[in-house]
């Protein structure tokens, strides 16, 4: 009898992605060259930075959009859902005023402002930050609406996206079998986007040079010098609160071991540093914690939320920088003034997580509203403000991802077999999901949850 010989299996492709992120390494270093070398050729280069983080931005509101919808309408169980999203708000709650309140202990220990003395120019630069900055409660709680179920996707308002993908969610589990091919095309959309972003992806290196060559070239190393005390302790102050805070809350609630899990995220650490946006890695970290184990509802429902409610890096700059403009304008806050303001700006600040700036047109606004006298002083730190930005961004990024295993261990929406085996790098992440061409797999069958 005749024996037919199995066709041999393609060969696996070749993963280029290690040379995407050296090239992003290479080009960091460049561009601060050319800022020190040739500061106002330097500074011409921002908008290609600019253009890369909006490219990013522009993929946010459609992935946020089909993760939650497919995660949300694979759930036979609403509730499931709500506790999620329940559990994930106290939590943020509850580690927002841990931040809040180690940054006014280091803030009032160190004193970082004494000393130094408001310039015209400064002043300036504190009135057009308020000017950004200035918005109500009630502004943004009625932001949330937008204005048509589709523009949701289109507003830039990632609480906007939220609401509406919870609403289709919710109703295409109530449609039952009649709205699942919905969820298959949703499925195959998702799919589109993401290999949308993962061309995008490959212009990294020369958004990272564009952007870090015009901060450099704009800020310098000589203005750094005076204000190197609070940036120091800023730094110092955000570290403490990943690796003692969140370290210790991760491991004795699930056993993980945070420098694994930071470990595992060491790319996006990477291209937010680069950026100074955090949303410049939401994409992938939606991907990367579907791979390690995290239930895709739980995770479309914690990251895009904790975007904008879990803001621990910037409840730590508001304080530090806060006490830092009193004391430099010799009028120091009291406790309790200081209480009064920072709870303000906590709520002035949700849905600003990720947007580079955004902290100092926070930081004035909240001062406009309470300390109007104090908002000429938002110009005294202007100068290192985008270097704070990285701390902000990249502090946020952590506790959000701290934030998804933990909701998830809590809930019971975690496969900690498949967690453990990623953070052990026994199931590496598939890299070409994202930065590279593949196949996309057919949308799942009836009964089947959708692939992740």
């Known amino acids: 009898m005749a024996e037919t010989a199995a066709s041999p299996a393609p060969p696996p492709k070749k993963d280029r992605t290690h040379y995407l992120y050296l090239a992003v390494i290479a080009a960091v270093l460049l561009g601060i060259l050319v800022g020190l070398v040739a500061p106002s050729f330097a500074v011409e280069l921002k908008p290609i930075g600019t253009a890369f983080v909006n490219l990013i931005k522009m993929m946010i509101q459609p992935i946020i959009f089909c993760t939650l919808v497919i995660g949300v309408g694979s759930v036979a169980n609403a509730a499931k859902v709500g506790k999620v999203g329940g559990l994930a708000l106290v939590y943020f709650i509850v580690m927002s005023t841990v931040a809040l309140a180690i940054g006014v202990i ?60 919870l609403l289709v969610g919710f109703a295409l589990q109530r449609m039952g079998e009649s709205g699942k091919p919905i969820l298959n095309a949703i499925v195959w959309l998702q799919k589109l986007v993401f290999r949308v972003l993962a061309m995008i ?131 120091p806050l009291s406790i309790g003034e200081q209480i009064s303001l920072l709870l303000f700006m906590m709520i002035a600040s949700k849905g600003a997580a990720g947007v580079t700036g955004a902290g100092l047109a926070t930081l004035a606004g909240g001062l406009q509203s309470h300390r109007p006298e104090m908002v000429d002083g938002v110009g005294l730190i202007v100068g290192i403000d985008r ?33 453990d085996r990623v953070l052990a790098g026994q199931d590496p992440f598939d890299e070409t999901r994202m930065v590279d061409d593949h196949a996309a797999p057919p949308p799942p069958a009836e009964g089947e949850k959708a692939p992740v």
Request: glycine share 8%.
């Open 106 to 165: 280091v803030g009032n220990i160190i004193d970082p402002g004494t000393g130094l003395h408001l310039d015209s120019a400064a002043s300036s630069a504190g009135q057009d930050a308020a000017a950004e900055g200035h918005a109500s409660t009630t502004d943004f709680l009625l932001s949330i609406i937008p204005t048509s179920l589709f523009s949701a996707l289109t507003s830039g308002v990632v609480l906007q996206t939220l609401l509406v993908a």
């Open 201 to 331: 992806m490959w212009a990294a290196p020369v958004g990272a040079f564009g952007a870090i060559a015009a901060v450099v070239g704009e800020t310098g190393v000589d203005a750094l010098k005076s204000l190197a005390v609070i940036m120091i302790a800023f730094y110092i102050t955000c570290a403490l609160f990943v690796f003692v805070v969140l370290g210790v809350i991760l491991k004795l609630a699930t056993g993980v071991n945070l420098f694994k899990l930071l470990r595992y995220l060491a790319r996006e650490f990477l291209l937010i540093l680069s950026t100074s946006s955090s949303e410049s890695a939401l994409p992938r970290l939606i991907a990367k914690m579907e791979h390690a184990g995290v239930d895709q509802a739980t995770v479309g429902v914690v990251v895009p939320t904790g975007y904008s409610f879990n803001l621990d890096g910037t409840a730590i700059y508001l304080t530090m920088a806060s006490i830092f403009i009193a004391d430099a304008m010799g009028d």
């Open 387 to 419: 270097f704070m930005s990285e701390a902000r961004a990249l502090t946020n990024f952590a506790g959000n991802s701290v934030a998804t295993v933990l909701v998830g261990h809590w809930t019971n929406t975690i496969d900690r077999d498949q967690l």
